[in-house]
């Protein structure tokens, strides 16, 4: 339960910075009409500095706040999509830190977890999100758009939902998990050392 008006203003000034670069987006050349963007960042740096409970508090405050002031193609749908993509990312997050404490309990070998951090991220996201976007694709893009799309293009998509899917968490972790180690030393807060 979020009591402390230090946690509240955590998740505040997190939500705040995903939704102010949610427009950011750079386009992914292999995948016409699919972006690139960093609105993660913020709120994977919320894991690293404060953990799972307040970074999925800020997904779902910023999920409501992106379908509220950025609708886009799937609307109100929107708001399952992107709660789901962060949880998938933050469990991820979570098992690579519980992997982080069985194996390297005295060592603190920043490298090493960024590694684990990512290749947990990229392994869960990689893994979990085609079944989420093939459903996407498969049954509320129909709702929305009033157009089907057949099992052999959703099919015909994979590959580049896949590469996606590996891409994304490949730069958003170890940028988030270098900017939490910085924010964490300068500010003396959050859990990193």
């Not at 008006?5 to 699919?34: D, E």
């Not at 953990?51 to 399952?80: D, E």
């Not at 991220?121 to 893009?141: A, E, N, Q, S």
């Not at 998509?157 to 939490?180: D, E, K, Q, R």
């Given at each position: ?13 997190f ?44 997904s ?23 709660i ?9 997050l ?7 404490r069985?194996?390297?309990q ?9 590694f ?78």
């Amino acid at each position: 339960m979020v009591t402390n008006t230090k946690t509240i203003t955590a998740i505040i000034v997190f939500v705040a910075l995903a939704l102010a670069i949610s427009p950011i987006r750079i386009p992914a050349l292999y995948w016409p009409g699919q972006y690139y963007r960093i609105w993660e960042i913020p709120l994977i740096v919320a894991f690293f500095l404060f953990g799972f409970k307040i970074a999925y508090s800020a997904s779902i405050l910023f999920a409501l706040g992106h379908v509220a002031l950025l609708p886009g193609a799937l609307g109100i749908f929107a708001f399952p999509w992107l709660i789901t993509l962060m949880l998938i990312i933050l469990l991820g997050l979570h098992l690579a830190k519980s992997v982080i404490r069985g194996v390297s309990q005295q060592e603190n070998n920043w490298k090493k977890h960024a590694f684990y951090f990512t290749l947990f991220g990229i392994l869960f996201r990689t893994l979990i999100m085609p079944f989420v976007d093939y459903g996407i694709y498969r049954f509320l893009f129909p709702l929305v758009l009033g157009q089907s799309f057949s099992d052999a293009l959703i099919i015909g998509l994979m590959p580049g939902i896949i590469f996606f899917n590996l891409t994304v968490p490949f730069y958003a972790i170890p940028i988030s998990y270098f900017t939490a180690k910085t924010v964490s030393k300068s500010l003396r807060i959050g859990n990193l050392s």
